[in-house]
Antibody
Framework: QVQLKETGPDLVQLTQTLSITCTVS????????VHWVRQPPGKGLEWMGA???????DYNSAFKSRLSISRDTSKSQVFLKMNSLQTDDTAKYFC????????WGQGVMVTVSS | DIQMTQSPSSLPASLGDRVTITCRAS??????LRWFQQKPGKSPRLMIY???NLAAGVPSRFSGSRSGSDYSLTISSLESEDMADYYC?????????FGSGTKLEIK
């Protein structure tokens, strides 16, 4: 069945780089897009960007040059990297399948600490 | 960027009530509108896609509609399991944008 699972650190130091992996099963990354969405504690959802099934990427300009999304199709993994972390990057980070957003991972809660 | 203005932010309601949540799009998004339900500590769940289509496994008391640039999610008869946060999402163009959310709670 379709599954997505995010793995990453619980805690990241201020100004450092966040790396999160989304490992998928039950579908191919060359057939379906994968999106990244985050949610600060007690706040709403924010679309961060996408890895398209053809290998291209798209980013929310709010993250400008801080954000990078890549993939390893042989491992069914999509990677999110974001640098220069600030305290307001503390959030739960989700990956979701396709522009249908029909399946989501359970999310990983990341705290940025000074 | 397309702005999605969602209202109300909070909706106290009683079991059995008919409730409606609305999102207004700042530009034309056609029917590229989805609704999600999110319960505390859980991932969002797709409820409605294409503005009016019920996602798989969603109870028929949920429905979606469109009037111009206004998109609505209606629950015909509120049940206790419906108490959650609800978000709209436009996927017409990048950056995709969510509404600010509606907290549906028991009155």
């Amino acid at each position: 069945q379709v599954q997505l699972k995010e793995t990453g650190p619980d805690l990241v130091q201020l100004t450092q780089t966040l790396s999160i992996t989304c490992t998928v099963s039950g579908f191919s990354l060359t057939t379906y897009n994968v999106h990244w969405v985050r949610q600060p504690p007690g706040k709403g959802l924010e679309w961060m960007g996408a890895m398209w099934n053809g290998g291209g990427t798209d980013y929310n300009s709010a993250f400008k040059s801080r954000l990078s999304i890549s993939r390893d199709t042989s491992k069914s993994q999509v990677f999110l990297k974001m640098n220069s972390l600030q305290t307001d990057d503390t959030a739960k980070y989700f990956c979701a399948r396709s522009s249908a957003f029909d399946y989501w991972g359970q999310g990983v809660m990341v705290t940025v600490s000074s | 960027d397309i702005q999605m203005t969602q209202s109300p932010s909070s909706l106290p309601a009683s079991l059995g009530d008919r409730v409606t949540i609305t999102c207004r799009a700042s530009q034309d998004i056609g029917n590229y509108l989805r609704w999600f339900q999110q319960k505390p500590g859980k991932s969002p769940r797709l409820m409605i896609y294409g503005a009016t289509n019920l996602a798989a496994g969603v109870p028929s008391r949920f429905s979606g509609s469109r009037s111009g640039s206004d998109y609505s999610l209606t629950i015909s008869s509120l049940e206790s399991e419906d108490m959650a946060d609800y978000y709209c999402l436009q996927s017409k163009e990048s950056p995709f944008t969510f509404g600010s959310g509606t907290k549906l709670e028991i009155k």
